[in-house]
């Protein structure tokens, strides 16, 4: 009875920790009740658990709940033991000196784009830094990433992503963005001229392993007021070189 009862703990602490990762924004208590088919006394019961693991976290502002820092936590040792380590720091300085722009490396959390390493010459005050996310459909690194997810994790995305126009060039419909991933399957690579930021443009390429799985991506951007758009897609050579020559180390065949 125990065991079972322990179960059910799990069980339903694993839901209410999917629905927030899930869920674009915070719920409230009811709304994660409601949500989950939990009572109230249940799901309050869940919601302490997980709050004093940190699994989630509270805003007493308006009485609601997002993911917590714990969960990170666990997604950087997920990172470490993909072995992300064959890939050096080394191997982004030499890109970012090669082609003179800035570079950085990123993995899919969910629904955001997670950069994870970055080099920065040419530094822009409001770009995200190591660390820091950014939407899937305005970033080069993301919109790789939304081509190569299946048709059902395409359904799961444009199901809750709010499609948010950054900028007059963002593309806010999946029929413009899925007419963007034809292109970035066709070329290998993706790009985002000025549509997270007025002045920055990037573009960026996968790192595959050997069952054709993207593992993470490689993006070079720079501030407009340092190269133009044009002067960054001559430097895609440069970045397939690299991210074939890592993905060689994945057990990809290039």
Known sequence: ????????????????IDLLAHTK????????????GFN???????LSIL????LVQYDERDRTYSTGPRLLNWAHAAWEKMDLSLI???????LSEETNTNVALSVRTEHTVTFVRTRIPHPYRLAVKTGGQSELHNTAAGKVFLAHMTEEELDSYFAVAELEKFTETTLTTRAALEKDMKKTRKNG????????FYQVAGIAAPILDYDQRILATI???????????ADLLKQTPLLLAKTEAISARFGQMV
């Not at 924004?25 to 989950?36: D, K, M, N, S, V």
């Not at 050096?88 to 030499?94: A, G, H, T, V």
């Not at 690579?189 to 997270?196: K, M």
């Open 88 to 94: 050096e720091d080394q191997d982004l300085i030499e």
């Open 51 to 54: 709050l004093g693991q940190d």
């Open 40 to 46: 109230k006394s249940s799901t309050h019961r869940i």
């Open 25 to 36: 924004g915070r719920l409230t208590q009811t709304e994660i009740a409601l949500a989950t």
């Open 219 to 229: 993006s070079l951007w720079v501030p407009l007021r340092n190269a133009t758009f």
């Open 189 to 196: 690579y993706a790009v985002s001229d000025r549509e997270e």
């Open 1 to 16: 009875m125990v065991r079972e009862v322990q179960s059910s703990i799990v069980e339903k602490s694993v839901a209410v």
